[in-house]
């Protein structure tokens, strides 16, 4: 009996281990493997509850979400310029943003 209590704790351990939210990095770079002005990785997958930290790595960018670019209902946000940021993705869906001026040398992610 208390050898499958020990199971029972244990797979429950287990079980609220991989509900835990995992935080992800995204850095905005000057000069990255896709070109000049980019965010790295630019497409990210992640789970409902997880975050992004967007790093200025390189100051002089930072991550806004993109009107109309985000699931309807979710919130969106504004990082300041060369400022670290991290932001909570609550809600399911694709969100594009978009560093504020440099939109016309689509330094954009996903
Ligand atoms: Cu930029």
């Known amino acids: 009996m208390k050898f499958l209590n020990t199971m029972l704790v244990g797979s429950l351990v287990i079980l609220s281990g991989s509900a835990l939210a995992e935080s992800y990095e995204v850095q905005m770079l000057n000069t990255g493997a896709d070109g000049v002005m980019?965010?790295?990785?630019?497409?990210?997958?992640?789970?409902?509850?997880d975050s992004v930290t967007f790093k200025a790595t390189n100051p002089?960018?930072?991550?806004?979400?993109?009107?109309?670019?985000?699931?309807?209902g979710a919130e969106g946000w504004k990082g300041g310029m060369g400022q670290d940021v991290t932001v909570t993705f609550d809600q399911d869906g694709v969100y594009v943003y978009q560093r504020t001026p440099h939109l016309m040398m689509a330094m954009v992610g996903v």
């Open 38 to 49: 980019v965010f790295e990785p630019a497409v990210l997958s992640i789970n409902p509850g």
């Open 60 to 72: 002089g960018h930072n991550p806004e979400s993109m009107q109309g670019m985000t699931p309807e």
